[in-house]
Protein backbone atom coordinates (compact mmCIF):
# COMPACT_ATOMS: atom_id res chain seq x y z
CA UNK A 1 0.00 0.00 0.00
CA UNK A 2 2.82 2.45 0.78
CA UNK A 3 6.66 2.48 -0.63
CA UNK A 4 8.81 0.43 2.09
CA UNK A 5 10.30 3.03 3.37
CA UNK A 6 7.77 5.71 3.71
CA UNK A 7 7.38 6.83 7.41
CA UNK A 8 3.90 5.39 7.68
CA UNK A 9 4.83 1.87 6.82
CA UNK A 10 7.93 2.19 9.12
CA UNK A 11 5.76 3.39 12.21
CA UNK A 12 3.23 0.59 11.55
CA UNK A 13 6.24 -2.18 11.70
CA UNK A 14 6.95 -0.29 15.30
CA UNK A 15 3.84 -0.56 16.33
CA UNK A 16 2.93 -3.73 15.11
CA UNK A 17 2.46 -5.77 17.89
CA UNK A 18 -0.07 -3.03 19.29
CA UNK A 19 -1.55 -2.79 15.95
CA UNK A 20 -2.23 -6.77 15.56
CA UNK A 21 -4.09 -6.90 19.16
CA UNK A 22 -6.34 -3.89 17.64
CA UNK A 23 -6.64 -5.17 14.50
CA UNK A 24 -7.47 -9.15 15.94
CA UNK A 25 -9.64 -8.51 18.86
CA UNK A 26 -12.00 -10.49 20.14
CA UNK A 27 -14.84 -7.35 19.13
CA UNK A 28 -14.18 -7.32 15.41
CA UNK A 29 -13.91 -10.97 15.37
CA UNK A 30 -16.78 -11.41 17.24
CA UNK A 31 -18.36 -8.67 15.02
CA UNK A 32 -17.85 -10.62 11.98
CA UNK A 33 -19.10 -13.58 13.09
CA UNK A 34 -22.30 -11.72 14.38
CA UNK A 35 -22.28 -13.04 18.20
CA UNK A 36 -21.03 -9.85 19.79
CA UNK A 37 -23.20 -9.21 22.79
CA UNK A 38 -25.54 -6.34 22.07
CA UNK A 39 -24.24 -4.33 25.53
CA UNK A 40 -20.46 -4.51 24.28
CA UNK A 41 -21.76 -2.90 21.13
CA UNK A 42 -24.00 -0.55 22.47
CA UNK A 43 -21.53 0.32 24.84
CA UNK A 44 -18.63 1.16 22.42
CA UNK A 45 -21.26 3.02 19.88
CA UNK A 46 -22.14 5.19 22.76
CA UNK A 47 -18.98 6.27 23.15
CA UNK A 48 -17.12 6.46 19.77
CA UNK A 49 -20.63 8.43 18.93
CA UNK A 50 -19.11 10.93 21.45
CA UNK A 51 -16.18 12.20 20.16
CA UNK A 52 -17.39 11.79 16.04
CA UNK A 53 -18.40 15.06 16.49
CA UNK A 54 -14.41 16.01 17.27
CA UNK A 55 -13.42 13.52 14.71
CA UNK A 56 -15.55 15.42 11.66
CA UNK A 57 -13.95 19.00 13.64
CA UNK A 58 -10.31 17.41 12.79
CA UNK A 59 -11.34 16.08 9.00
CA UNK A 60 -12.63 19.75 8.58
CA UNK A 61 -9.00 21.25 9.39
CA UNK A 62 -7.25 18.71 7.61
CA UNK A 63 -9.31 19.90 3.92
CA UNK A 64 -8.43 23.33 5.17
CA UNK A 65 -4.78 22.84 5.92
CA UNK A 66 -4.22 20.59 3.27
CA UNK A 67 -1.97 22.02 0.35
CA UNK A 68 -3.39 20.78 -2.76
CA UNK A 69 -6.86 20.47 -3.78
CA UNK A 70 -6.39 16.47 -4.25
CA UNK A 71 -5.11 16.60 -0.69
CA UNK A 72 -8.45 18.70 0.15
CA UNK A 73 -10.59 16.92 -2.34
CA UNK A 74 -9.40 13.21 -0.28
CA UNK A 75 -10.84 14.85 3.06
CA UNK A 76 -13.83 16.08 1.86
CA UNK A 77 -14.93 13.17 0.44
CA UNK A 78 -14.27 11.56 4.40
CA UNK A 79 -15.90 14.35 5.82
CA UNK A 80 -18.88 13.80 3.78
CA UNK A 81 -19.35 10.21 4.23
CA UNK A 82 -18.64 10.68 8.33
CA UNK A 83 -21.61 13.21 8.83
CA UNK A 84 -24.13 11.53 6.72
CA UNK A 85 -24.17 7.54 6.24
CA UNK A 86 -21.80 6.67 8.93
CA UNK A 87 -23.92 9.03 11.35
CA UNK A 88 -27.36 7.53 10.26
CA UNK A 89 -25.51 4.02 11.09
CA UNK A 90 -24.86 5.35 14.61
CA UNK A 91 -28.65 6.87 15.18
CA UNK A 92 -30.28 3.85 13.55
CA UNK A 93 -27.94 1.32 15.87
CA UNK A 94 -29.14 3.38 18.86
CA UNK A 95 -32.83 2.87 18.05
CA UNK A 96 -32.54 -0.54 17.60
CA UNK A 97 -30.16 -1.31 20.38
CA UNK A 98 -32.75 1.13 22.43
CA UNK A 99 -29.85 3.30 23.59
CA UNK A 100 -31.55 5.64 25.97
CA UNK A 101 -31.22 9.54 24.78
CA UNK A 102 -29.14 10.70 27.85
CA UNK A 103 -26.81 8.30 26.45
CA UNK A 104 -26.66 8.99 22.84
CA UNK A 105 -26.09 12.92 23.52
CA UNK A 106 -24.34 13.20 26.36
CA UNK A 107 -22.59 9.92 27.80
CA UNK A 108 -20.51 9.35 30.78
CA UNK A 109 -17.32 8.84 29.26
CA UNK A 110 -14.83 5.71 30.03
CA UNK A 111 -10.99 6.85 30.39
CA UNK A 112 -10.36 6.34 26.74
CA UNK A 113 -12.93 8.18 25.20
CA UNK A 114 -11.65 11.31 26.96
CA UNK A 115 -7.92 10.04 25.82
CA UNK A 116 -8.99 10.44 22.25
CA UNK A 117 -10.98 13.35 22.53
CA UNK A 118 -7.45 14.54 24.22
CA UNK A 119 -5.51 13.26 20.86
CA UNK A 120 -7.73 14.60 18.26
CA UNK A 121 -7.58 18.06 20.10
CA UNK A 122 -4.22 18.28 20.28
CA UNK A 123 -3.55 17.00 16.62
CA UNK A 124 -6.14 19.91 15.65
CA UNK A 125 -3.64 22.37 17.11
CA UNK A 126 -1.06 21.48 15.04
CA UNK A 127 -0.08 21.67 11.72
CA UNK A 128 -0.98 18.66 8.50
CA UNK A 129 1.55 16.20 9.63
CA UNK A 130 0.24 16.57 12.74
CA UNK A 131 -3.34 16.14 11.98
CA UNK A 132 -3.28 13.28 9.85
CA UNK A 133 -0.68 11.60 12.56
CA UNK A 134 -4.34 10.55 14.19
CA UNK A 135 -6.33 10.13 11.52
CA UNK A 136 -4.13 8.04 9.24
CA UNK A 137 -3.26 4.92 12.27
CA UNK A 138 -7.03 5.28 13.33
CA UNK A 139 -8.94 4.66 10.01
CA UNK A 140 -5.99 2.22 8.71
CA UNK A 141 -6.54 0.07 11.53
CA UNK A 142 -9.61 0.02 11.17
CA UNK A 143 -9.41 -0.75 7.38
CA UNK A 144 -7.05 -3.82 7.94
CA UNK A 145 -9.68 -5.41 10.29
CA UNK A 146 -12.50 -4.40 8.13
CA UNK A 147 -10.95 -5.80 5.08
CA UNK A 148 -10.16 -9.41 7.57
CA UNK A 149 -14.04 -9.39 8.30
CA UNK A 150 -15.25 -8.24 5.16
CA UNK A 151 -15.65 -12.06 3.78
CA UNK A 152 -17.78 -12.94 6.62
CA UNK A 153 -21.15 -11.62 6.02
CA UNK A 154 -23.28 -11.37 9.65
CA UNK A 155 -26.96 -11.09 9.14
CA UNK A 156 -27.81 -7.86 11.58
CA UNK A 157 -27.25 -4.54 9.74
CA UNK A 158 -25.46 -3.37 13.54
CA UNK A 159 -22.48 -6.14 12.49
CA UNK A 160 -22.65 -5.55 8.59
CA UNK A 161 -22.66 -1.76 8.36
CA UNK A 162 -19.71 -1.22 10.54
CA UNK A 163 -17.67 -3.89 8.62
CA UNK A 164 -18.91 -2.34 5.03
CA UNK A 165 -18.21 1.19 5.90
CA UNK A 166 -14.29 -0.19 6.93
CA UNK A 167 -13.78 -2.47 4.28
CA UNK A 168 -13.97 -2.58 0.43
CA UNK A 169 -11.76 0.02 -2.62
CA UNK A 170 -13.22 3.33 -1.41
CA UNK A 171 -12.21 3.09 1.91
CA UNK A 172 -9.12 1.36 1.12
CA UNK A 173 -8.48 4.13 -1.59
CA UNK A 174 -8.92 6.92 1.13
CA UNK A 175 -6.74 5.62 3.86
CA UNK A 176 -3.94 4.84 1.18
CA UNK A 177 -4.30 8.68 0.10
CA UNK A 178 -3.84 9.18 4.15
CA UNK A 179 -0.79 7.65 3.84
CA UNK A 180 0.81 9.31 0.92
CA UNK A 181 -0.17 12.66 2.10
CA UNK A 182 1.39 11.93 5.92
CA UNK A 183 4.31 10.74 4.31
CA UNK A 184 4.63 13.59 2.30
CA UNK A 185 3.45 16.34 4.68
CA UNK A 186 6.31 14.42 6.96
CA UNK A 187 9.08 14.96 4.92
CA UNK A 188 8.94 18.47 5.55
CA UNK A 189 8.99 17.98 9.41
CA UNK A 190 12.19 18.91 11.77
CA UNK A 191 13.22 16.39 13.68
CA UNK A 192 11.52 17.32 16.73
CA UNK A 193 8.21 17.89 14.86
CA UNK A 194 9.06 14.11 13.78
CA UNK A 195 9.37 12.62 17.48
CA UNK A 196 5.87 14.08 18.22
CA UNK A 197 4.21 12.85 15.14
CA UNK A 198 5.74 9.43 15.47
CA UNK A 199 5.03 9.65 19.41
CA UNK A 200 1.30 10.59 18.84
CA UNK A 201 0.90 7.88 15.90
CA UNK A 202 2.15 5.51 18.61
CA UNK A 203 -0.22 6.41 21.60
CA UNK A 204 -3.11 6.11 18.80
CA UNK A 205 -2.28 2.85 17.54
CA UNK A 206 -2.18 1.69 21.26
CA UNK A 207 -5.89 3.39 22.11
CA UNK A 208 -7.43 1.57 19.59
CA UNK A 209 -6.74 -1.71 22.00
CA UNK A 210 -7.42 -0.02 25.14
CA UNK A 211 -10.52 1.30 23.95
CA UNK A 212 -11.83 -2.35 22.68
CA UNK A 213 -10.65 -4.18 25.89
CA UNK A 214 -13.08 -1.05 27.70
CA UNK A 215 -15.74 -2.20 25.79
CA UNK A 216 -15.88 -5.41 27.49
CA UNK A 217 -15.08 -3.75 30.96
CA UNK B 1 -36.20 31.30 1.82
CA UNK B 2 -35.34 32.65 5.24
CA UNK B 3 -38.18 34.43 7.87
CA UNK B 4 -38.87 38.06 7.37
CA UNK B 5 -36.88 39.25 9.89
CA UNK B 6 -33.18 36.87 9.96
CA UNK B 7 -29.82 39.18 9.54
CA UNK B 8 -29.50 36.94 6.28
CA UNK B 9 -32.92 38.53 4.68
CA UNK B 10 -32.16 41.88 6.27
CA UNK B 11 -28.81 42.06 4.88
CA UNK B 12 -29.62 40.65 1.25
CA UNK B 13 -32.44 43.65 1.18
CA UNK B 14 -29.83 46.33 2.99
CA UNK B 15 -27.37 45.40 -0.53
CA UNK B 16 -30.15 44.91 -2.82
CA UNK B 17 -28.93 47.30 -5.45
CA UNK B 18 -25.67 45.66 -5.75
CA UNK B 19 -27.26 42.29 -5.31
CA UNK B 20 -29.44 42.72 -8.16
CA UNK B 21 -26.47 43.59 -10.50
CA UNK B 22 -24.40 40.74 -9.80
CA UNK B 23 -27.22 38.48 -10.24
CA UNK B 24 -28.62 40.43 -13.38
CA UNK B 25 -25.09 40.90 -14.77
CA UNK B 26 -24.60 41.10 -18.69
CA UNK B 27 -22.05 38.08 -17.72
CA UNK B 28 -25.12 36.02 -16.34
CA UNK B 29 -26.89 36.59 -19.26
CA UNK B 30 -24.21 36.14 -21.82
CA UNK B 31 -23.65 32.70 -20.05
CA UNK B 32 -27.30 31.73 -20.35
CA UNK B 33 -27.92 32.99 -23.88
CA UNK B 34 -25.01 31.33 -24.74
CA UNK B 35 -23.44 34.35 -26.14
CA UNK B 36 -20.71 34.69 -23.96
CA UNK B 37 -17.71 35.57 -25.52
CA UNK B 38 -14.73 32.74 -25.01
CA UNK B 39 -11.99 35.41 -23.86
CA UNK B 40 -14.15 36.60 -21.28
CA UNK B 41 -15.36 33.39 -19.68
CA UNK B 42 -12.06 31.91 -20.25
CA UNK B 43 -10.23 35.08 -18.37
CA UNK B 44 -13.07 35.02 -15.50
CA UNK B 45 -12.76 30.97 -14.86
CA UNK B 46 -9.23 31.50 -14.41
CA UNK B 47 -8.99 33.94 -11.88
CA UNK B 48 -11.89 32.16 -10.14
CA UNK B 49 -9.83 29.06 -10.33
CA UNK B 50 -6.89 31.16 -8.80
CA UNK B 51 -9.12 31.24 -5.45
CA UNK B 52 -11.07 28.29 -5.50
CA UNK B 53 -8.59 26.75 -3.06
CA UNK B 54 -8.52 29.10 -0.57
CA UNK B 55 -12.47 29.02 -0.58
CA UNK B 56 -12.26 25.06 -0.43
CA UNK B 57 -9.60 25.72 2.97
CA UNK B 58 -12.73 28.05 4.00
CA UNK B 59 -15.41 25.62 3.70
CA UNK B 60 -13.29 22.95 5.76
CA UNK B 61 -12.79 25.27 8.27
CA UNK B 62 -16.76 25.69 8.29
CA UNK B 63 -16.75 21.72 8.99
CA UNK B 64 -14.10 22.35 11.73
CA UNK B 65 -16.45 25.23 13.53
CA UNK B 66 -19.77 24.26 12.60
CA UNK B 67 -21.35 23.48 16.28
CA UNK B 68 -23.64 20.47 15.06
CA UNK B 69 -23.46 17.51 13.59
CA UNK B 70 -26.04 18.36 10.77
CA UNK B 71 -23.66 22.17 10.00
CA UNK B 72 -20.87 19.85 9.41
CA UNK B 73 -22.98 17.63 7.11
CA UNK B 74 -24.28 20.77 5.38
CA UNK B 75 -20.39 21.83 4.53
CA UNK B 76 -18.67 18.68 4.25
CA UNK B 77 -21.17 18.25 1.30
CA UNK B 78 -20.44 21.40 -0.33
CA UNK B 79 -16.36 20.68 0.37
CA UNK B 80 -17.13 17.50 -2.30
CA UNK B 81 -18.71 19.40 -4.73
CA UNK B 82 -16.32 22.00 -4.44
CA UNK B 83 -12.97 19.53 -4.72
CA UNK B 84 -14.52 16.83 -7.28
CA UNK B 85 -17.25 18.13 -9.72
CA UNK B 86 -16.54 21.52 -9.84
CA UNK B 87 -13.02 21.39 -9.90
CA UNK B 88 -12.92 18.91 -13.22
CA UNK B 89 -15.48 21.85 -14.75
CA UNK B 90 -12.47 24.24 -14.43
CA UNK B 91 -10.13 21.26 -15.96
CA UNK B 92 -12.23 20.30 -18.48
CA UNK B 93 -12.66 24.33 -19.38
CA UNK B 94 -9.02 25.25 -19.16
CA UNK B 95 -9.08 22.26 -21.98
CA UNK B 96 -11.28 23.37 -24.62
CA UNK B 97 -11.02 27.06 -24.27
CA UNK B 98 -6.81 26.72 -24.75
CA UNK B 99 -5.69 28.03 -21.36
CA UNK B 100 -2.24 28.10 -20.84
CA UNK B 101 -0.61 25.99 -18.02
CA UNK B 102 0.64 29.14 -16.22
CA UNK B 103 -2.92 30.69 -16.50
CA UNK B 104 -4.19 27.76 -14.60
CA UNK B 105 -1.49 27.14 -12.10
CA UNK B 106 -0.32 30.63 -11.22
CA UNK B 107 -1.92 33.91 -13.15
CA UNK B 108 -1.59 37.28 -12.67
CA UNK B 109 -4.60 38.42 -10.30
CA UNK B 110 -6.99 41.20 -10.63
CA UNK B 111 -7.37 43.41 -8.12
CA UNK B 112 -10.66 42.14 -7.52
CA UNK B 113 -9.55 38.50 -7.41
CA UNK B 114 -6.51 39.74 -4.86
CA UNK B 115 -9.75 41.26 -2.66
CA UNK B 116 -11.34 38.21 -2.93
CA UNK B 117 -8.00 35.95 -1.74
CA UNK B 118 -8.13 38.71 1.53
CA UNK B 119 -11.65 38.78 1.91
CA UNK B 120 -11.63 34.35 2.36
CA UNK B 121 -8.74 34.91 4.50
CA UNK B 122 -9.98 37.53 6.64
CA UNK B 123 -13.23 35.06 7.14
CA UNK B 124 -11.14 32.03 8.12
CA UNK B 125 -9.50 33.66 11.00
CA UNK B 126 -12.65 34.15 12.57
CA UNK B 127 -15.30 32.05 14.40
CA UNK B 128 -18.27 30.28 12.24
CA UNK B 129 -20.47 33.91 11.78
CA UNK B 130 -17.09 35.47 10.00
CA UNK B 131 -16.90 32.37 7.75
CA UNK B 132 -20.62 31.99 6.72
CA UNK B 133 -20.35 36.23 6.39
CA UNK B 134 -18.72 35.77 3.20
CA UNK B 135 -19.90 32.20 2.08
CA UNK B 136 -23.26 33.05 2.58
CA UNK B 137 -23.36 36.06 0.00
CA UNK B 138 -21.15 34.30 -2.45
CA UNK B 139 -23.48 31.02 -2.50
CA UNK B 140 -26.78 32.94 -2.41
CA UNK B 141 -25.54 35.05 -5.25
CA UNK B 142 -24.67 32.60 -7.41
CA UNK B 143 -27.96 30.59 -6.96
CA UNK B 144 -30.31 33.98 -7.74
CA UNK B 145 -28.65 33.72 -11.26
CA UNK B 146 -28.25 30.11 -11.43
CA UNK B 147 -31.91 29.83 -10.78
CA UNK B 148 -32.43 32.73 -13.00
CA UNK B 149 -30.91 30.95 -15.85
CA UNK B 150 -31.73 27.38 -15.43
CA UNK B 151 -34.48 27.73 -17.90
CA UNK B 152 -32.16 28.43 -20.69
CA UNK B 153 -30.20 25.76 -21.99
CA UNK B 154 -27.70 26.71 -23.42
CA UNK B 155 -25.66 24.53 -25.96
CA UNK B 156 -22.00 24.55 -24.33
CA UNK B 157 -21.11 22.19 -21.25
CA UNK B 158 -18.95 25.48 -20.57
CA UNK B 159 -22.03 27.33 -20.05
CA UNK B 160 -24.81 25.29 -19.01
CA UNK B 161 -22.51 23.53 -16.30
CA UNK B 162 -21.66 26.50 -14.57
CA UNK B 163 -25.70 27.24 -14.50
CA UNK B 164 -26.53 23.66 -13.44
CA UNK B 165 -23.62 23.68 -10.65
CA UNK B 166 -25.35 27.06 -9.38
CA UNK B 167 -28.52 26.14 -9.74
CA UNK B 168 -31.71 23.31 -8.84
CA UNK B 169 -32.81 21.86 -5.25
CA UNK B 170 -29.28 20.47 -3.79
CA UNK B 171 -27.82 24.12 -4.49
CA UNK B 172 -30.66 25.71 -2.83
CA UNK B 173 -31.28 23.33 0.04
CA UNK B 174 -27.26 24.05 0.78
CA UNK B 175 -28.03 27.75 0.18
CA UNK B 176 -30.76 27.80 2.60
CA UNK B 177 -28.86 25.63 5.17
CA UNK B 178 -26.06 28.13 5.49
CA UNK B 179 -28.76 30.97 6.03
CA UNK B 180 -29.92 29.29 8.54
CA UNK B 181 -26.26 28.67 10.12
CA UNK B 182 -25.37 32.16 9.24
CA UNK B 183 -28.66 33.47 11.93
CA UNK B 184 -28.13 30.84 14.07
CA UNK B 185 -24.32 32.12 14.51
CA UNK B 186 -24.91 35.52 14.26
CA UNK B 187 -27.76 35.57 17.30
CA UNK B 188 -25.41 35.02 19.75
CA UNK B 189 -22.86 37.99 18.49
CA UNK B 190 -21.97 40.68 20.70
CA UNK B 191 -22.54 44.10 18.94
CA UNK B 192 -19.02 44.74 17.50
CA UNK B 193 -18.79 41.34 15.81
CA UNK B 194 -22.76 41.84 14.23
CA UNK B 195 -20.99 45.06 12.29
CA UNK B 196 -17.68 43.31 11.76
CA UNK B 197 -19.63 40.12 9.95
CA UNK B 198 -22.68 42.92 8.34
CA UNK B 199 -19.59 44.76 6.58
CA UNK B 200 -18.27 41.81 5.52
CA UNK B 201 -21.26 40.43 4.09
CA UNK B 202 -21.81 43.50 2.32
CA UNK B 203 -18.22 44.04 0.85
CA UNK B 204 -18.87 40.64 -0.67
CA UNK B 205 -21.81 41.40 -2.33
CA UNK B 206 -20.58 44.44 -4.04
CA UNK B 207 -16.94 42.30 -5.65
CA UNK B 208 -19.31 39.80 -6.61
CA UNK B 209 -20.59 42.87 -9.27
CA UNK B 210 -17.12 43.76 -9.64
CA UNK B 211 -15.69 40.62 -10.41
CA UNK B 212 -18.29 40.45 -13.37
CA UNK B 213 -17.33 43.47 -14.63
CA UNK B 214 -13.76 42.60 -14.55
CA UNK B 215 -14.27 39.95 -16.84
CA UNK B 216 -14.99 42.71 -19.57
CA UNK B 217 -11.86 44.93 -18.79
Chains 1, 2 share one sequence.
Not at 138 to 151: F, P, Q, R, T, V
Request: proline content about 4%.
Amino acid sequence: MTPDFSLSAALRMRHFDAWTRATTHRFVQELGAGTLDDRVLGGYLVQDYAFVEELATLVGLAVARAPTMAGKRLFAGFAAILTSDENTYFERCFDSLGIAPSDRADPALWPESRQFLQLLREAGEGGYADILSVLLPAEWIYLDWGEAESASKPARFEHSEWIALHSGPGFAGFVAGVAREFDAAAGMLDAAALDRVSDRFGRMVELEGAFFDAAYR
